[in-house]
């Protein structure tokens, strides 16, 4: 290898950056040459190459119209960018890289040889579509190219000095690059583009799924036995699934950062489904899922009955509970322990008559956790970030 070549994957190595790779068509020699320098797992997370249309419609979670294009590596790009959000150590920054090409083949083509290499990151989308001077070249040759193309492209997107693409293109080659801005629905989402978005236990992400039949909301930080305990007795006692619900805003505390966000989602990957809404209050959470039932604990019962999380007037919490009542709320509530050690059951908040039928309380005998994610974070040393 190079000296050059091998100092600069090396400067990528070091950039601080984790990466995880999709490579489809071509080119998948980059994942080997990021790997002959000492130092690889640094910046490669993992390496997809969804070669077969079916393996790379998984992936994507829906069939591409065209398998090499330019939209197809964007959407590579940001599924593998929230593939490494996920895994990537605390103090990573993600990057995920998407590149498809169609190269010489056995059979004749039509169209260009090409290739389309996107890096997705925090601020956007860097877009590189290369068409190759057709015929030029042989299989490995392209390959070749492809494949250092796409290293270039990922040093770049790492901040790292990188001779240009130029430098391994000829005169009939043609390249172009775009900046495009975060497509990502999680991103869209915190700008406050989207409402909602379900997150799936694959990881696919829908902004426009069915409404869930019972939601289980928190802050899930982290997740511990109680959550998936609370939500698998209410699924028993309801006969529906329970989706879990995490708001990037609260009421008392910033917003959560797209990177906490993924990190909070990670840990129900292949586990469960994740409504991630902007409605931290329950009123907010009755408009966005009507005619659901929430799974909450019998203390957070208490706080949706107190005059004084209503600014100490009960007209608005009447009001509030009256406009979640024709929203078709219901609250299945759960006996838990608060911070002062003393057991909570529905029976030590004051309901209002009149809206006593929108909570059900589970008997202790069905279920009781008494560890709280607050709990587990001062065991942890863990700062609360919301």
């Not at 309801?238 to 989706?243: A, D, I, N, S």
């Not at 966005?288 to 600014?311: P, S």
Request: hydrophobic letters at 45%; a neutral charge; aromatic letters at 4%.
């Amino acid at each position: 290898m190079d000296v050059a070549w091998a100092r600069l994957i090396a400067d990528v190595q070091g950039s601080g950056r984790q990466a995880v790779l999709a490579v489809t068509g071509g080119g998948t020699a980059a994942i080997a040459e990021l790997l002959r320098v000492p130092g690889g797992s640094r910046l490669l997370l993992e390496a997809i190459v969804p070669y077969d249309p079916r393996s790379l419609a998984e992936f994507l979670g829906q069939a591409p119209e065209q398998a090499c294009s330019a939209e197809t590596a964007v959407a590579m790009a940001e599924r593998a960018r929230g593939r490494a959000a996920a895994i990537a150590r605390p103090e990573a920054v993600p990057i995920g890289l998407g590149a498809t090409a169609s190269l010489v083949s056995d059979r004749p083509k039509q169209g260009d040889h090409r290739c389309h290499i996107a890096v997705a990151m925090d601020a956007g989308t860097e877009l590189t579509s290369i068409v190759l001077d057709k015929g030029r070249r042989d299989r490995p040759a392209e390959e070749d190219l492809v494949a250092r193309a796409i290293v270039l492209c990922l040093a770049q997107g790492c901040g790292v000095a990188a001779p240009p693409l130029e430098t391994v293109l000829a005169a009939g080659d043609r390249c172009t690059r775009r900046s495009l801005p975060s497509s990502s629905p999680i991103d869209r989402l915190l700008s406050g583009a989207l409402a909602r978005v379900t997150v799936c236990p694959d990881g696919q992400l829908a902004a426009s799924a069915p409404t869930p039949s019972a939601v289980l909301p928190g802050s899930f930080n982290p997740r511990h036995a109680g959550h998936v305990g609370l939500a698998r007795t209410a699924s028993q006692i309801l006969g529906t699934p329970v989706h879990f619900e995490l708001s990037v805003l609260n009421v008392d505390k910033p917003a959560l950062t797209a990177r906490e966000v993924r990190r909070r989602l990670a840990q129900f990957a292949w586990q469960a489904t994740v409504e991630l809404t902007r409605a931290p209050t329950f009123l907010e959470k009755s408009r966005l899922f009507q005619d659901v039932t929430f799974v909450i604990g019998a203390d957070t019962a208490e706080r949706l009955v107190a005059a004084r999380y209503y600014g100490d007037s009960e007209t608005r919490m009447h009001a509030a509970l009256q406009e979640m009542a024709e929203r078709g709320a219901h609250f299945l509530v759960a006996v838990r322990r608060d911070e002062a050690g003393r057991v909570r059951s529905l029976a030590d908040g004051v309901v209002p008559a009149r809206f006593a039928g929108l909570f059900t309380e589970i008997p202790e005998s069905r279920f009781r956790f008494d560890v709280s994610s607050t709990e587990l974070r001062a065991d942890s040393g863990q700062e609360a970030t919301g």
